[in-house]
């Protein structure tokens, strides 16, 4: 039991992580905490397969891996007690518990949706064309940029939803700067926005030309942006995509807070949004797409649990980028 339950323990350990580094491009493509946690889980299988090899070795050779003849006299008898079967058996589940949780870190990968290569104007015309763009994209480890043509006076650091790839909301924030704000999609821990609540002010370090920063988040993004703009008076705006803070921000006066939610949202459901709404400042801004859904606030295909959309992904972006444009264009004027 020992040897067949360590030796699909071990499998595991060596397959799964091997199969996400190769399989998915959202791994790599990432926070480097994710491909290094991963590879150190390989290294580890590798290592417990070669001890595991060597000891079925040793035990052949001493004859010890062989069922117990009573008529041949000096042969060893190989025992397992109780406690080393419960204690081997627990160490291999624990590790198919790591296996397990590895899986679930598997991220979204990017998956450009039909409106991806589209701009959108504030009244909801769309163009196709690249030239129309004038924003460029520089990536690093930690972070995309959207850097806009000319000097940006405002910003935007953008949280991810739980598990996604950065990459899914280049093309939904990219008309923002493409209309002359600088954009940060942050790539964080694992893919796990409140494992590093204040990396936007990595970003907002970065660019110290910027003099009216907002933060924003889709979903457990929207919940570590908002953690950060209730302990930084730094930060002018807060966006919120399907998304809502821990927290109570309603004495936070001074902040612009624009929520934009889908009312089929399977995920963060509308009755979640209206009951989270006490906690945000009194002069929040709130708009509903409706028939839109959670996976609709970036390009990452469908998520389990999400609700069935009654709009096209299209026609819900369009709103969302028109609001998302309108909040900052706004956040700009009044500084």
Not at 56 to 77: A, I, V
Not at 151 to 167: E, H, I, N, Q, S
Not at 224 to 248: I, M, Q, R, T
Request: net charge neutral.
């Amino acid at each position: 039991m020992l040897n067949w339950s360590g030796a699909f323990a071990t499998a595991a350990l060596i397959v799964v992580p091997l199969w996400m580094l190769i399989g998915n491009p959202a791994v790599l493509g990432g926070h480097p905490a994710l491909p290094v946690l991963l590879i150190v889980a390989a290294v580890a299988g590798l290592l417990w397969a070669f001890i595991l090899v060597k000891r079925s070795t040793l035990l052949e050779r001493w004859g010890l891996n062989k069922q117990p003849n009573p008529r041949e006299h000096g042969q060893k008898r190989v025992s397992v007690s109780s406690w080393q079967l419960i204690r081997g058996l627990a160490g291999r589940i624990v590790v198919l518990g790591v296996v397990a949780a590895l899986l679930w870190l598997n991220p979204f990968p990017y998956q450009p949706s039909g409106t991806a290569g589209q701009t959108t104007a504030p009244g909801g015309t769309t163009g196709t064309t690249a030239k129309t763009r004038t924003a460029t994209i520089t990536e690093d480890a930690t972070s995309i940029t959207l850097v806009p043509e000319g000097k940006a006076t405002t910003g935007l650091v953008f949280y991810p939803g739980a598990r996604v790839d950065a990459r899914a909301y280049q093309d939904i924030l990219r008309p923002l700067a493409d209309a002359g704000h600088l954009v940060v999609i942050l790539k964080t821990p694992l893919g796990i926005p409140l494992l590093n609540t204040g990396q936007a002010r990595e970003a907002m370090n970065r660019h110290p030309e910027i003099t009216s920063w907002a933060v924003g988040g889709h979903s457990l993004g929207g919940v570590s942006a908002a953690s950060f703009a209730k302990s930084n008076s730094d930060v002018s705006g807060l966006l919120l995509f399907a998304s809502y803070p821990a927290e109570n921000m309603a004495d936070a006066h001074g902040l612009s807070v624009l929520s934009i939610s889908g009312s089929n949202d399977g995920l963060s459901t509308p009755d979640k949004i209206a009951a989270s709404k006490s906690l945000l400042p009194p002069n929040t801004t709130c708009a509903t797409v409706v028939g839109g859904v959670h996976a609709f606030f970036g390009d990452y295909g469908e998520q389990p649990g999400d609700g069935e959309p009654s709009i096209s992904r299209e026609h819900a972006q369009q709103q969302i980028v028109a609001e998302s444009l309108s909040f900052m264009d706004q956040l700009q004027a009044s500084r």
